[in-house]
T-cell receptor, first 115, second 110 residues
Framework: DAGVTQSPTHLIKTRGQQVTLRCSPK?????VSWYQQALGQGPQFIFQ???????QRGNFPDRFSGHQFPNYSSELNVNALLLGDSALYLC??????????????FGSGTRLTVV | QQQVKQSPQSLIVQKGGISIINCAYE??????FPWYQQFPGKGPALLIA?????SEKKEGRFTISFNKSAKQFSLHIMDSQPGDSATYFC?????????FGAGTRLTVKP
């Protein structure tokens, strides 16, 4: 039973560029939540996708956008990268939206470095 | 965005000792309080969780104590082992939004 798969594992981008991160949820899960974890900090909620729609969003600018596909996989896009976007980006999958964080399974994350 | 305060930032405990990590939250609408364990290079993994209608929950060596009136909760790790060395995060959530504490780096010395 595969867990949450994120790709790529590591990524280096230049300031101003755009990046796309990918997440495949755990088998049986249909909801994907994205988190940003800066070095030495706890994860911060970016947004959640369910039924191919953004259901809730944290305090992140519009440069952060996402998509969910019919197979429940998801992408996180960040435009006009800033140095401060350097972080570990985590994807968490679950079954159903509005579950209040119960049943979350996290992937190992994508380490994004902006230079 | 942080609405959950966690302490201490780091903790060193001898093998066999008790590790205690504390968290405080602000929003009384939170209704689910999990603790996550994270090893380097890995994502957080759920350790134990509690709902606000319960004051204590124990699973093996891990216990959550919850004080609703004080808006505080804590994680106790009994008989701490070197394999418990990791970063621990408390969290509080409602609906689709889960807020994490800043984390506690636990080191258990043999």
């Amino acid at each position: 039973d595969a867990g949450v798969t994120q790709s790529p594992t590591h990524l280096i981008k230049t300031r101003g560029q755009q990046v796309t991160l990918r997440c495949s949820p755990k088998s049986g899960h249909d909801t994907v939540s994205w988190y940003q974890q800066a070095l030495g900090q706890g994860p911060q909620f970016i947004f959640q996708y369910y039924e191919e729609e953004e259901r809730q969003r944290g305090n992140f600018p519009d440069r952060f956008s996402g998509h969910q596909f019919p197979n429940y996989s998801s992408e996180l896009n960040v435009n006009a990268l800033l140095l401060g976007d350097s972080a570990l980006y985590l994807c968490a999958s679950s079954l159903g939206s509005g579950t209040g964080g119960t049943g979350y399974t996290f992937g190992s994350g994508t380490r994004l470095t902006v230079v | 965005q942080q609405q959950v305060k966690q302490s201490p930032q780091s903790l060193i405990v001898q093998k066999g000792g008790i590790s205690i990590i504390n968290c405080a939250y602000e929003n009384t609408a939170f209704d689910y309080f999990p603790w996550y364990q994270q090893f380097p290079g890995k994502g957080p993994a759920l350790l134990i969780a509690i709902r606000p209608d319960v004051s204590e929950k124990k699973e093996g060596r891990f216990t959550i104590s919850f004080n609703k009136s004080a808006k505080q909760f804590s994680l106790h790790i009994m008989d701490s082992q070197p394999g418990d060395s990791a970063t621990y995060f408390c969290a509080a959530s409602m609906s689709n939004d889960m807020r994490f504490g800043a984390g506690t780096r636990l080191t258990v010395k043999p």
